[in-house]
């Protein structure tokens, strides 16, 4: 942490200053320049507010040399980060497809969904049980009758599942249907549920709130890692502006920027960011080309008659076509797509390791 003081600071406020830092058990480096003194404190800063010592008289700045996220900085853990959801390695050179449904919503719709996306190349089935709507009169999805579907809908063509969990109460019920929980962007600093899921031995895709800073949303990364359960991957979504031509607006310099800050793999949902259907090839190509380990696309058998996003769902043959561009941009991007999931791909279960294949 750097402290920088007023020129016309009294030895008083330095020894103050001083005095704080050294209480905190942090090592005191002071420089003193022309018309500047400079106080450096260096040791475990990780709980410590600068907004404490920008309140302090004589001071003109506190902030942070380095992250406060430190599980999931690149500092301390330069290789990235593989996961592994089921039999499917998220993170190293193959960009990995996720797609399916907003809302699972028959046992038919899933099952055609899973069908049409897994012959594309889609590696992951979407699909949400529980989904939070921003009106309580919407449709709210089928609860666990829904992941029974999504599981068996997945398990015909050999996918792993993505579904979002909402409340930590959730978490044991829903173990044995997903191979990743997803984290909503309203529930991104639910810091209850990011703890519980920091316990579970399943990959968390933690995606980003509507407000989030890159830092925010790291610093929920870390809270799912600070529980041990190391398995996370980023997912940008889009962020809330000023733009209301589109839903929200996709952040695709969040790709090369988290990617420098984390060794965690990033993912990008265009659907969401987009909100409309026709613009979401287009930012999935753009995402790839920022160095994307994945997308997570939503695709509707029928989204004219979809109960929920239907207006961002691709249609399957849209999201066919996409993948054919995909295979083009993805070695510009030094990166391979995978091959369309065959039906004995299985579900075993390997810790995560990690590779070299992705550039920092
Ligand atoms: C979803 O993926 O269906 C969803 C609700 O996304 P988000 O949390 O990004 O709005
Ligand atoms: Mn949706």
């Avoid at 050179?93 to 399916?100: D, F, H, K, S, T």
């Avoid at 054919?324 to 391979?336: D, E, S």
Wanted: proline residues 7%.
């Amino acid at each position: 942490m750097v402290i920088v003081m007023r020129p016309d600071c009294t030895p008083e406020e330095v020894a103050r200053v001083e005095a704080r830092l050294h209480a905190l058990g942090l090592q005191i480096f002071r420089a003193a320049g022309a018309n500047k003194i400079v106080i450096g404190a260096l040791g475990d800063t990780k709980s410590v507010d600068p907004r404490d010592f920008q309140v302090l008289p004589g001071v003109v700045e506190a902030h942070r040399v380095t992250e406060p996220f430190k599980l999931a900085s690149r500092t301390f853990h330069p290789e990235n980060t593989v996961v592994r959801a089921a039999s499917v390695d998220i993170g190293g050179r193959e960009v990995v497809l996720m797609a399916g449904p907003c809302t699972v919503e028959s046992e038919s719709q899933t099952v055609e969904a899973a069908r049409l996306v897994a012959a594309a190349g889609a590696r992951v089935l979407r699909g949400g049980a529980f989904k939070p709507r921003s009106s309580p009169y919407s449709f709210q999805g089928l609860g666990e009758e829904g992941l029974k579907i999504l599981r068996r809908a997945a398990d015909r063509v050999g996918m792993a599942v993505v579904s979002e969990v909402m409340d930590p109460g959730q978490i044991p019920m829903m173990m044995p249907y997903v191979d990743i929980f997803q984290v909503g962007a309203r529930n991104m600093q639910n810091f209850y549920l990011l703890r519980e899921l920091g316990k579970v031995a399943k990959p968390v895709l933690v995606k980003r709130g509507l407000s989030a800073t890159i830092e925010e949303w790291l610093m929920s990364a870390e809270y799912v890692m600070a529980g041990g359960n190391h398995q996370v991957l980023l997912c940008e979504r889009g962020i809330r502006t000023f733009e209301p031509y589109t839903r929200n607006t996709l952040d695709v310099s969040a790709v090369p920027v988290v990617h420098k800050l984390s060794h965690l793999p990033v993912i990008v949902d265009p659907s969401h960011a987009v909100g409309i259907r026709v613009n979401v090839p287009p930012l999935s190509l753009a995402a790839v080309a920022a160095g994307a380990d994945g997308l997570l696309i939503e695709v509707h058998p029928d989204p004219d008659n979809a109960l929920c996003d239907g207006a961002q769902s691709l249609f399957p043959q849209q999201f066919a076509e996409l993948v054919q561009k995909l295979r083009l941009i993805a070695p510009a991007a030094g990166r391979t797509l995978g091959a369309p999931a065959r039906r004995s791909a299985g579900a075993g279960r390997r810790a995560p390791r990690t590779a070299r294949g992705r550039t920092a």
